[in-house]
């Protein structure tokens, strides 16, 4: 009669820590997997979003540019992206709206709401003054941290 109640008490004694085991290693393994899949959507975001800026020069005190969709997928917050002007001594950080210069603005060149696949956008940047001649380098950079950059001059 001692085995047996001796084996009936190892064998909850067994299933307890098991389950206790269990309810400790679950939690883990839900979060490395909503890890994975947060890091993947990510990633998966990066690969289907490229732009190229296909063309970019100044007039007066506007600078215009190109921006091509190059990759899969509709490119979402566009006003949140960053665009920088710069030169071989100064580097800009271009606000988007408002009315202070420098500032940027785009518009759509097909006239739809989304920047799809192949579609492309006009930029114009809005100067306090004109630039001084040589060479500059316009960077467009993503939400998610695509970018392109390209060099014009002025002269």
């Known amino acids: 009669m001692d085995k047996a109640i001796i084996t009936v008490l190892l ?3 067994g299933m307890v820590a098991a389950l206790a085991v269990f309810n400790g290693v ?3 393994i839900d979060r490395s997997q909503s890890a994975i899949i947060d890091a993947t959507n990510t990633a ?3 690969m289907g979003s490229r732009i190229a800026i296909i063309e970019a020069g100044s007039s ?3 600078v215009n540019a190109w921006v091509k ?3 899969t997928t509709i490119i979402d917050g566009i006003s949140q992206s960053d665009i920088f002007l710069s030169s071989s001594s100064s580097i800009t950080l271009v606000t988007y709206g408002g009315t202070s210069t420098p500032r940027w603005e ?3 060149v097909d006239g739809g709401d989304d920047w799809g696949q192949a579609g492309t956008i006009a930029v114009t940047i809005h100067l306090a003054s004109s630039l001084s ?3 500059y380098e316009l960077s ?3 939400p998610n941290g695509v970018s392109d950059q390209t060099h014009f001059s002025v002269s």
């Open 60 to 62: 007066g005190t506007e």
């Open 11 to 13: 064998i909850i004694s």
């Open 44 to 46: 998966n975001d990066r």
């Open 133 to 135: 001649s040589g060479t």
């Open 140 to 142: 467009m950079v993503l």
């Open 106 to 108: 785009y518009e759509l």
């Open 69 to 71: 969709n190059v990759g």
């Open 26 to 28: 679950m939690p883990a």
